[in-house]
């Protein structure tokens, strides 16, 4: 994690374990949170002390050891994350471009997102993709966040005027860092990411 800012674990939960926490929360009619951006959906239920009742088996994952161990070390925190089912839903509606697909940082200091994948995610899935390293305030870094701080408002981008610098692919190579890395990846894999660190849905 420290060199890449993120972490992959397939197989997290023992396959037992994995396909009745699938069950109960791939069958279950929650309540969720709705938010469009461009053409894609995103729906969200906030984890909360009825979910874990009704739901054992996410309660056994969040009180998991080495759950909570890889979210603490991730986040640099034993703060508890905010928890959500989350379901994407890309190019599901009309609309421009989703602008989760340009490689962005959330923010400039450590931050954690972490995802339990119940289903597989396949390429075509709008996956996540990271550029490895760069969660790192390299001096290329650096001077690169200063620039876009300076010059920012004259952008027509609102998310990166509201903090979360959008980056082209092609000024990877001027800090020094790696194309991104995709995770298509099965279901119960966990990966865990430094959001300070280059990211996008491919």
Known sequence: FDRDGFVAVPDFLPEEDFRR??????????????????????????????????????????????????????????????????????GHLEGPPDPQIELHSDTFHPSMKAWLFLTDVGTHDRPLTYVAGSHRLSPERLAWEYRKSVNVLAEPDRLSQ??????????LADLTLPAPVSFPVPANTLVAIDTSGFHARA
């Open 162 to 171: 509201r903090g979360s610098f959008r980056i082209a692919p092609d000024e």
């Open 21 to 90: 926490l699938q069950a109960e929360l791939l069958n279950a009619e929650l309540v969720s949170r709705e938010h469009q951006q461009g053409d894609t959906v995103t729906r969200r239920v906030p984890i909360g002390p009825e979910h874990l009742k009704a739901f054992p088996g996410l309660a056994r994952l969040l009180d998991n050891r080495r759950w909570n161990g890889i979210m603490a070390y991730a986040a640099s925190s034993r703060s508890r994350p905010l928890y959500y089912v989350q379901t994407i839903l890309g």
